[in-house]
């Protein structure tokens, strides 16, 4: 299981380097720019702030973007929070499908290594390149905001981190449940539903019959401006979050474990 | 042990289409098995299921003694397999390929490895993704024997492989039975089964029969091709 799960890391080492620079870069650049936009900046924040459920569902309303923090949190919170659940949904949708869509199955899978093990070496790895994802990015951001000069806002920084790691996770585990199923890798389904994830988060911002059902959805408990204006962490989005996750892990098992393996 | 594997009123279906039929089958400790049959006739699956790559709708499995379901693990542990079709993970050099195929084993087979690359003629410097169809072919007989198993598994092992090669590759597989292994081949070359299996069978339309002697010739040979096409 060790062999596999350091063979899967080696093989995705790319893909990680080039998606957590790409986006962890993509978010530093942001932090740098809050300077120069510094000046024309709050009476941006103040038209912003007041356009009713356009302002609501990107977190303007709670948050000025004059300050870093509330720059921070709406200009790298969505860069950071759409490019995280993309990553995620690419790793766990191919992890599995792609011994088949190879045609590396058969090779796989005459070793003496049971398809459990070899599910499990396969998610250890997808929990592992998103843990990594996750601290280049949030070590590039914290450049940022070293080379502005700037406090950290430590306490939120680190909580908004570790749920964007919660919220990747989650969308890793269901594409990963998907990948379990095909023996193509669903790459369009795999994005499809990391943006149907974020949309279901800006739609529940704006219409209020979906706001109590906003929990159902992994952006709504990673919320960065949620996070960044001390709003209280919903406990039962997060308890979802996990549930739906482990649930779609435990699918994988079972139906990868079940099913017919093609050539 | 004197039968290394025994298959038992196996059916695989798949959906509606026919996979295989009541199929049992057995092969002796030190046999070179031939398992012939035309495109279709359900060879494949048969291995296939064997390996455990196919859940099976009924019938049983049994190698070297154990049950293929639950004793999966130590039963590949004593497997060499060889698929029809050798694929590999491209951006693996063919040194990484064969290295990682004994680590996952927790083997060290250096010494089988370089004896076997010497003897099939394996460039093992090469990248997976710049190998022909029948370099990757040596690649795999390599990984199915560097082990030592006490079961060799092969799937339409020579297509795509010269005729040198060819002969190098019985001339291992019947140094290995000599030691004590047995082998499976499925082929569609009577001459491979005529020339060096102890025993064969035919598969046709999901069912099997055992022959009664591997040395049949050309004319009853094709006949079971005939038969499937004028029933197709």
Redesign the interface.
């Known amino acids: 299981m060790r ?2 799960f350091l ?1 899967e890391l080696k ?1 995705n080492l790319k893909a990680l380097l080039i998606w957590s620079l790409s986006v962890g870069g993509m978010g530093l650049a942001c932090i740098l720019l809050y300077r120069t936009m510094e000046g024309d900046m709050k009476e941006m924040a103040e038209a912003f702030s007041h356009m009713g459920s356009f302002s609501d569902a990107f977190g303007m309303s709670t948050l000025s973007i004059a300050t870093i923090k509330g720059f921070f949190a709406t200009e790298v919170g969505a860069v950071h929070g759409l490019g995280g659940s993309m990553f995620a949904a690419l790793m766990g949708v191919g992890m599995l499908s792609k011994e088949e869509e ?6 796989l ?6 398809r459990k093990k070899i599910i499990s070496a396969k998610a250890l790895c997808i929990a592992v390149m998103i843990i990594l994802f996750t601290l280049i990015s949030a070590g590039l951001y914290v450049c940022g905001f070293a080379l502005l000069g700037e406090k950290l806002p430590a306490g939120e920084f680190v909580t908004y981190m570790g749920m964007q790691l919660i919220m990747d996770l989650e969308i890793a585990g269901i594409c990963f449940a998907i990948s379990s199923i095909f023996a193509k890798t669903k790459t369009g389904l795999a994005l499809g539903t990391s943006l149907m994830c974020y949309a279901y988060d800006i739609i529940g911002r704006v219409v209020p019959d979906v706001k109590q059902y906003l929990f159902i959805g992994p952006f709504s408990y990673s919320n960065a401006s949620d996070i960044f204006s001390g709003a209280e962490i919903q406990g039962k989005a997060i308890a979802f979050g996990i549930t739906v996750t482990i649930l779609s892990i435990v699918f994988a098992y079972i139906c990868y474990d ?4 093609s ?1 | 042990m004197n039968n290394v594997i025994e298959i038992e009123h196996l059916t695989k279906s ?1 959906g509606k289409n026919r996979g295989i039929i009541d199929v049992s089958l057995k092969v002796k400790a030190g046999d070179i098995f031939g398992f012939l049959g035309p495109n279709g006739a359900g060879k ?1 699956t048969t291995i ?1 299921s064997m ?5 099976t709708d009924s019938g049983s499995i049994r190698i070297l003694g154990m049950d293929s379901v639950n004793d ?6 004593n ?1 060499g ?1 060889m ?9 693996m050099k063919v040194s990484e390929v064969i290295a ?2 004994a ?3 927790g083997l060290d087979c250096r010494e089988e490895a370089e004896k076997l690359c010497e003897r099939l003629k394996v460039n093992t410097n090469k990248k997976i993704r710049e190998l022909s169809y029948g370099n990757k072919k040596k690649v ?1 007989i390599v ?1 199915a024997m560097q082990h030592k198993p006490k079961l060799f598994i092969f799937d339409e092992p020579t297509g795509g492989l010269d005729p040198l090669m060819q002969r190098s590759f019985f001339e291992l597989i019947t140094e290995y039975v000599d030691k004590g292994a047995t082998c499976l081949l499925s082929t569609h070359v009577l001459s491979e089964v005529n020339k060096y299996c102890r025993s064969a069978a035919i598969m046709r339309e999901g069912r099997l029969t055992m022959l009664d002697s591997p040395d049949i010739d050309d004319d009853e040979f094709l006949k079971f091709y005939e038969d499937t096409e004028e029933e197709a």
């Open positions: 062999k596999i063979k093989m190879l045609h590396t199955g058969e090779f899978f005459s070793f003496p290594v049971s079940k099913r017919d393996l050539s | 798949y494949s296939r390996m455990g790559f196919l859940k999966h693990e130590k039963i590949m542990a497997i397999y698929p029809s079709e050798a694929w590999f993970y491209d951006s990682y195929a680590d996952i084993r795999s990984c």
